[in-house]
């Protein structure tokens, strides 16, 4: 039986790239050892991209980190910069912080030794790799850089469906990387602590390094501004489901990145707008329709519990087609869907739960309540809408809000001056 209070220790013990393989090794205590492997595509042989193997060593040790949450941290394969410790401080308790609530434990809080480092500068934006994972934003994202003329190809940590159905229908290069987990030592660990992790900026370390390993210069997420809202307060912390994708969380990669290396930035290219901004823009890219899938159930490690599209009954699916029907007709909400959800009266409280209503918001990566809010008043002014039983229960149940606060840009980002006209012409008011 694994008792996750026996373990002082966590480990980063080997890290390494040859040709076109990483291999990343951790360890608790010198009791079990684990070793996480990656293929990345490699353009650029003689890219000094040590920094960024040791950054995404570190971020991607939190999978691991997790099963026992020790109180000590030991490095075996250098130590970081101070920000990239701050980075690593907070997404070891903070982006852990949904873990802490759903296993009832204290937030993990350890503690990164640093030694001092220099950040470099950054570089000016002239070719781009936007990761891609099948959702409605990563798409509008792609648009975005491909309206600037820029130089650009998409990203994917494996390849699920919608990711190879996006790329498809957006005709632009694609680099794929496969990434192994040592699914089966991991499952056999009864007892161990189980639970959300910050998948985002694991992803993000990823396509830092495909990045330079292929002569990009910037990595563009798709990360809103809506991310930054928590979910509730637990042990002295906002808890934020998406804390990864987070405004706090992305100033700080970017400061870890900058230790790392001087060939790559990071942002994210949605980060002035909401949620129903970026619906309103994906509403009308009706190729993509058929193509995108944001249910994250579709994605889960274990195949046996995955969905082909659509579940159309989780927290995720009910948000995106919140946003989304303000700005599309039924009949091709329902063809997406494949249900309509506005009709189904047992969706009611999910739906209600969006706001805030009965509860706090789903642990999801779903907006701010106030914006959903702001989804159900323009619902409620559609003639092809307002008569559906769930927006009629939601009417009385959800205090109006109007919706332009939703739609403005804000100047709080870190885009580029090269993408930022872009942004504005796309997801602008």
């Given at each position: 039986m694994f008792v996750p209070a026996k373990y002082s220790t966590f480990r980063f013990t080997e890290r390494s790239l040859s040709g076109?393989?990483?291999r990343l090794g951790y360890a608790l205590d010198d009791e079990h050892h684990f070793v996480e492997e990656l293929t990345l595509p490699v353009g650029v042989v003689d890219a000094d991209v040590e920094g960024l193997l040791d950054l995404l060593h570190w971020v991607a040790g939190v999978s691991y980190y997790k099963t026992a949450a020790p109180p000590e941290i030991a490095y075996e394969t250098g130590v970081p910069g101070p920000a990239t410790a701050a980075y690593l401080e907070a997404l070891y308790s903070e982006g852990l912080g949904?873990?802490?609530?759903?296993?009832?434990i204290d937030l993990p809080r350890p503690r990164f030794a640093s030694t001092p480092r220099e950040a470099h500068a950054r570089p000016r934006t002239s070719r781009v790799l936007v990761p891609v994972g099948g959702g409605k934003d990563s798409i509008v994202a792609l648009e975005i850089v491909r309206r600037s003329g820029l130089d650009f190809s998409l990203f994917t940590v494996r390849d699920q469906p919608p990711m190879a159905r996006t790329a498809e229908v957006a005709g632009v290069?694609?680099?794929l990387v496969d990434r192994r987990l040592p699914l089966e030592q991991l499952r056999s660990l009864e007892g161990a602590l189980n639970g959300h992790i910050p998948i985002t900026a694991i992803i993000s370390c990823i396509a830092l390094l495909t990045a330079a390993l292929n002569g990009f210069d910037a990595v563009a997420l798709a990360n809103e501004r809506s991310a930054s809202q928590g979910n509730v307060s637990y042990d002295g912390i906002e808890v934020n489901h998406q804390f990864s994708k987070s405004a706090r969380a992305e100033a700080l990669l970017r400061g870890a990145a900058a230790e790392a290396t001087g060939a790559v930035d990071i942002f994210s290219i949605l980060r002035p707008a909401s949620e129903l901004s970026i619906a309103r823009r994906f509403a009308t890219y009706t190729d993509y329709h058929r193509a995108f899938t944001s249910c994250n159930r579709v994605f889960r490690l274990d195949p046996e519990l995955r969905f082909q599209s659509w579940c159309a009954d989780c927290d995720k699916c009910r948000f995106v087609f919140l946003v989304l029907a303000p700005f599309m007709e039924p009949a091709a909400m329902e063809?997406?869907?494949?249900?309509?959800?506005?009709?189904d009266p047992e969706q009611f409280p999910g739906f209600a739960l969006l706001t805030a209503t009965g509860g706090h918001k789903p642990f999801e990566c779903v907006g701010?309540?106030?914006?959903s809010a702001a989804a159900i008043t323009l619902l409620a002014q559609d003639p092809r809408w307002r008569d559906r039983e769930v927006v009629r229960r939601l009417v009385e149940q959800v205090p109006p809000t109007s919706p332009g606060a939703a739609f403005a840009l804000s100047d709080e980002h870190a885009v580029p001056d090269e993408l930022i006209d872009d942004v504005h012409a796309l997801l602008g008011a």
């Amino acid at each position: 039986m694994f008792v996750p209070a026996k373990y002082s220790t966590f480990r980063f013990t080997e890290r390494s790239l040859s040709g076109q393989e990483v291999r990343l090794g951790y360890a608790l205590d010198d009791e079990h050892h684990f070793v996480e492997e990656l293929t990345l595509p490699v353009g650029v042989v003689d890219a000094d991209v040590e920094g960024l193997l040791d950054l995404l060593h570190w971020v991607a040790g939190v999978s691991y980190y997790k099963t026992a949450a020790p109180p000590e941290i030991a490095y075996e394969t250098g130590v970081p910069g101070p920000a990239t410790a701050a980075y690593l401080e907070a997404l070891y308790s903070e982006g852990l912080g949904e873990f802490a609530v759903v296993n009832q434990i204290d937030l993990p809080r350890p503690r990164f030794a640093s030694t001092p480092r220099e950040a470099h500068a950054r570089p000016r934006t002239s070719r781009v790799l936007v990761p891609v994972g099948g959702g409605k934003d990563s798409i509008v994202a792609l648009e975005i850089v491909r309206r600037s003329g820029l130089d650009f190809s998409l990203f994917t940590v494996r390849d699920q469906p919608p990711m190879a159905r996006t790329a498809e229908v957006a005709g632009v290069p694609r680099l794929l990387v496969d990434r192994r987990l040592p699914l089966e030592q991991l499952r056999s660990l009864e007892g161990a602590l189980n639970g959300h992790i910050p998948i985002t900026a694991i992803i993000s370390c990823i396509a830092l390094l495909t990045a330079a390993l292929n002569g990009f210069d910037a990595v563009a997420l798709a990360n809103e501004r809506s991310a930054s809202q928590g979910n509730v307060s637990y042990d002295g912390i906002e808890v934020n489901h998406q804390f990864s994708k987070s405004a706090r969380a992305e100033a700080l990669l970017r400061g870890a990145a900058a230790e790392a290396t001087g060939a790559v930035d990071i942002f994210s290219i949605l980060r002035p707008a909401s949620e129903l901004s970026i619906a309103r823009r994906f509403a009308t890219y009706t190729d993509y329709h058929r193509a995108f899938t944001s249910c994250n159930r579709v994605f889960r490690l274990d195949p046996e519990l995955r969905f082909q599209s659509w579940c159309a009954d989780c927290d995720k699916c009910r948000f995106v087609f919140l946003v989304l029907a303000p700005f599309m007709e039924p009949a091709a909400m329902e063809a997406i869907f494949g249900k309509a959800m506005l009709d189904d009266p047992e969706q009611f409280p999910g739906f209600a739960l969006l706001t805030a209503t009965g509860g706090h918001k789903p642990f999801e990566c779903v907006g701010e309540e106030e914006e959903s809010a702001a989804a159900i008043t323009l619902l409620a002014q559609d003639p092809r809408w307002r008569d559906r039983e769930v927006v009629r229960r939601l009417v009385e149940q959800v205090p109006p809000t109007s919706p332009g606060a939703a739609f403005a840009l804000s100047d709080e980002h870190a885009v580029p001056d090269e993408l930022i006209d872009d942004v504005h012409a796309l997801l602008g008011a």
